[in-house]
C-alpha cells in the first residue's frame, strides 16, 4: 500500500499531495520539514524513516493562480456529498441540469450527481419540464483545498491544515469517511 502526503508551501497553503517515497525525498534535502508523521516506515542499508503524511516546504514556492477547481467526477461527488440532487439517494452517476443535446455546458453549475433511477427517468429534458426541483442548486467549488481534495488521496491528519479554506468540516468527513472505506474494502 502506498503513502502520500500533503505538501505546504512555506507560508502553510496548500499545494498539493506527492506519493510518500516524493515527501521523505524533500525532507531528506532539506527542502521540507515534517509537520505530521505517517504509518509506513522505509528502509534503507543504514537507515530507517517514517514517512511523512504533512509536510512544509522550508522556502516559498509561487504557484501560478487558478481561478478555476478542475472538473471531475469526484468532485461533483464530493461537493454534493455523494447524493442525488433531486431525490436524495445514494448517488451513482452525473447528470447534466441543461442536457448537452439542449445545449448545456459540461460546467460546475450545470453538472450534478444523481441516482440511477433519476438519472433514467430524467433522461433528455429539463428540470422544469419534469416538473422536479433541484435540493440545492450547482456551483463551482472554490478554495486550494478542493484541489487537494480532488486528487482522491486523503488522510484525517491533513484536515486540520485543510481546515477554514473553503470547504465546510462536514465534507471533510464524508470524504475521508469514504475513502477509508474504500481502502478497507
Not at 106 to 135: I, Q
Not at 147 to 156: A, E, K, V
Request: net charge positive; with cysteine.
Amino acid at each position: 500500500m502506498s503513502s502520500h502526503a500533503l505538501v505546504l508551501n512555506a507560508t502553510y497553503e496548500p499545494i498539493g499531495v506527492v506519493s510518500g517515497r516524493r515527501a521523505l525525498l524533500l525532507v531528506l534535502t532539506a527542502k521540507a520539514t515534517v509537520l505530521e508523521t505517517g504509518e509506513h516506515v522505509w528502509h534503507s542499508a543504514s537507515a530507517t524513516h517514517v514517512v511523512p503524511a504533512v509536510v512544509r516546504l522550508t522556502r516559498f514556492v509561487k504557484i501560478p493562480y487558478r481561478s478555476t477547481v478542475p472538473l471531475t467526477r469526484r468532485g461533483v461527488f464530493l461537493r454534493d456529498g455523494g447524493r442525488c440532487v433531486y431525490c436524495d439517494a445514494p448517488a451513482t452517476s452525473l447528470d447534466h441540469v441543461v442536457p448537452r443535446s439542449r445545449g448545456g455546458a459540461h460546467v460546475w453549475e450545470n453538472v450534478v450527481s444523481c441516482c440511477r433511477r433519476c438519472n433514467h427517468l430524467k433522461g433528455d429534458r429539463t428540470v422544469a419540464e419534469m416538473g422536479w426541483r433541484l435540493r440545492r442548486p450547482p456551483r463551482a467549488p472554490s478554495g486550494p483545498a478542493w484541489r487537494i481534495l480532488g486528487s482522491g488521496r486523503s488522510d484525517p491528519r491533513w484536515i486540520p491544515y485543510l481546515d477554514g479554506l473553503g470547504i465546510d468540516g462536514s465534507i471533510f468527513g464524508r470524504f475521508f469517511s469514504a475513502t477509508e472505506q474504500t481502502a478497507t474494502a
